[in-house]
């Protein structure tokens, strides 16, 4: 076995030649041992293999990917697909294809070589998929690069593997897909309907990968509007209550990433879309997507004022005890400020009254650390008056 440190250049430049000798003779049944393929695997991954012609490393791809590809009768954990697949010969040798026939001048619609086509082609047809096939799902989780680059290849020869209809093992290879989840408005319009029947499956996928899930529906309904207004609203109001908690916390992540645009962000995508598709019924609302969606005011910067009071009007804010991090992104901070923190820790003096609102409605208190009362001597630092509202006095007192 190749030692984990070896790397190319620590291998003389006959050894390739010679190894490729012992693999041409090598008896097809001991390429079949598990130990035999994680050696000849890592041999491949680490030796100068560019070097190679086109024709020689294709004609030993194919004969050790063929005897590495597991019998389509074995199963395999649809629940770890990707794990399975990465850690499986078969699965390693389809990601050293890809690497080795990737063009490297790919482009939109530039196309992909034939003799990769035709491998992958074959590896995703070589069965039925009733049981998981690591080398499809290497090839599932290129689907919408292989897309771009590959547009009609990618239609009739990966999509298939993420159909509901066509697959039986389709949330194995959305596991794949959502690996790397990536997507794009078109991509997004080929799937929407195997989204949409995923998105109703919340029990087919972990609680990560179903959080990725929400996350590409969401930004393929609120930022590249690829989708209806009646489907969004269908699928908020089933989605259920673990569905909605992923679509508010990516929301508050694109938020605190638009950093300085994001008064624009909130007026001109964010508000639009929560406006248009989120369910006002109290019952839907959590101390989860409260606690988002005070942030999401919060990250919201010039326009705070407006979104506290638009998300408040909208029955979107509440009491959240354990929402600490609220007063953690109002906290003072001194010297070089995280940027994450540039904006909301200069909110108490931008918009005191506003701020002292917040703090009111949530009530982050539990896991307060001492920042509640600083806070507050912020407030009446620049406006007074305020120590002697109620709000203020409220406060005060529960935190006394």
């Not at 430049?13 to 008896?27: A, F, G, S």
């Not at 791809?61 to 590809?69: E, G, H, L």
């Not at 508000?271 to 959590?286: N, V």
């Amino acid at each position: 076995m190749i030692d984990e440190q070896t790397t190319v250049a620590d291998i003389p430049p006959d050894y390739l030649d010679r190894m490729l000798v012992i693999l041409r003779k090598l008896p097809d049944k001991s390429l079949q041992s598990r130990k035999v393929a994680d050696a000849i695997v890592e041999f491949w991954r680490k030796s100068p293999i560019a070097s190679l012609p086109k024709e020689r490393y294709l004609e030993i791809w194919d004969r050790i990917w063929v005897a590495f590809a597991k019998d389509p009768s074995e199963e395999r954990d649809p629940k770890d697909a990707v794990g399975n697949a990465i850690n499986d010969p078969a699965g390693k040798l389809t990601e050293e294809l890809l690497k080795y026939l990737w063009p490297k001048d790919a482009k939109v619609g530039g196309g992909i070589p034939q003799e990769l086509a035709v491998r992958l082609k074959k590896i995703v047809q070589r069965t039925n998929h009733e049981a998981v096939d690591a080398s499809s799902v290497i090839v599932a989780s290129r689907a919408e690069v292989l897309h771009a680059v590959a547009p009609e290849f990618a239609k009739s020869n990966v999509l298939p593997l993420l159909s509901w209809e066509a697959n039986p093992n389709a949330a194995a290879y959305w596991d794949a897909f959502l690996w790397p989840a990536r997507i794009s408005p078109d991509f997004f319009k080929l799937v929407e309907k195997d989204c949409l029947a995923a998105l109703r499956a919340p029990d087919r996928f972990d609680e990560d990968n179903y959080k990725r899930l929400c996350q590409i529906f969401l930004l393929a309904s609120m930022e590249f509007k690829a989708t209806s207004k009646e489907v969004v609203r269908e699928i908020l109001d089933g989605i259920g209550a673990k569905g909605l908690e992923h679509m508010s916390d990516f929301i508050r992540s694109r938020m605190a990433n638009s950093k300085e645009d994001a008064a624009g962000y909130w007026h001109q995508t964010v508000r639009p879309w929560i406006d248009t598709h989120w369910p006002r019924d109290a019952a839907k609302q959590s101390s989860h997507t409260m606690e988002d969606f005070a942030m999401i005011a919060v990250y919201s910067n010039a326009s705070f004022p407006k979104a506290l009071s638009w998300l408040e009007g909208n029955g979107l804010l509440g009491q959240t005890p354990t929402a600490s991090t609220i007063l953690f992104s109002l906290k003072r901070r001194e010297g070089n400020t995280h940027e994450d923190f540039k904006d909301s820790s200069t909110l108490p003096e931008r918009f005191p009254k506003e701020v002292l609102h917040l703090l009111w409605l949530t009530r982050p208190f539990q896991w307060d650390h001492g920042y509640a009362m600083g806070i507050l001597g912020r407030i009446t630092e620049v406006e007074p008056a305020l120590g002697e509202t109620a709000e203020y006095q409220s406060i005060v007192e529960q935190l006394s």
